[in-house]
């Protein structure tokens, strides 16, 4: 499904969330320590389920559609998105293969993403403290309130331009927004997060 199609940035994503009200403005850190933010946070959760509340913004159309669901993710490298009526569709990501179905009733279609966008690949690259980053990753942080927010522009000529992540000190994602190339927006707004309930791979299935 087309307003799908960007979701599984999601773990990076993973991933949404409103920024603080306070007229504090934002402190520029170093893109370094806003990446070792992330993956200290990120440390102690395996697993996680959220509401989410997509706005997705299409450049061609002009308009902006907005949808309700709920995801699933857990580590390293299987994420699960499911949006509503009237936008029904189902997502699944694992590493780097996606698998998307639009109706219960209809086949899913597959799609593989290049090897280094995979999950596994990022988490790898977290899986030590951060001391500089990834080869071809350009990145820019700031801190406001205790309210990071890091913008992440993958290597390569993906359709994704760049990602950015708001986050909390212990991990909690509150929002994230996708720029593609084609001018298209997706802003993902997280709630009632819960976090390390014991999810498996049960629980990863499109049927």
């Known amino acids: 499904m ?4 960007q979701a599984h940035v999601f773990f990076l994503l993973l991933l949404a969330l409103l920024l603080s ?4 403005q934002a402190r520029a850190i170093s893109p370094v320590e806003g990446l070792e933010a992330l993956r200290r946070g990120f440390a102690g959760i395996s697993d996680f389920t959220a509401e989410i509340t997509q706005e997705k913004r299409l450049s061609l159309m002009k308009r902006t559609m907005v949808m309700n ?3 699933r993710f857990k580590k390293p490298d299987l ?3 499911e949006i509503n009526p009237p936008f029904s569709g189902r997502m699944l990501l694992h590493d780097n293969i996606i698998e998307q179905a639009s109706g219960r009733d209809k086949p899913s279609s597959r799609i593989a993403l290049p090897p280094e966008q995979g999950l596994k690949q ?3 690259k977290l ?3 951060v001391t500089s980053l990834p080869d071809g990753v350009a990145l820019q ?3 406001t309130n205790s309210v990071y927010t890091i913008t992440i522009t993958p290597p390569g000529k993906g359709q994704v331009k760049d990602i950015s992540i708001v986050f909390l000190a212990d991990g909690t994602v509150r929002r994230l927004v996708i720029n593609e190339q084609n001018g298209d927006r997706a802003t993902m ?3 009632k997060l819960r976090r390390n309930i014991g999810l498996t791979e049960k629980d990863f299935r499109l049927e």
Request: aromatic share 16%.
């Open 2 to 5: 087309k307003v799908m199609k």
């Open 21 to 24: 009200s306070s007229p504090c």
């Open 69 to 71: 669901g709920s995801l």
């Open 79 to 81: 994420f699960f998105m």
């Open 122 to 124: 990022w988490f790898l």
């Open 127 to 129: 899986a030590t403290p």
């Open 141 to 143: 942080a700031d801190l």
């Open 189 to 191: 707004i997280l709630k």
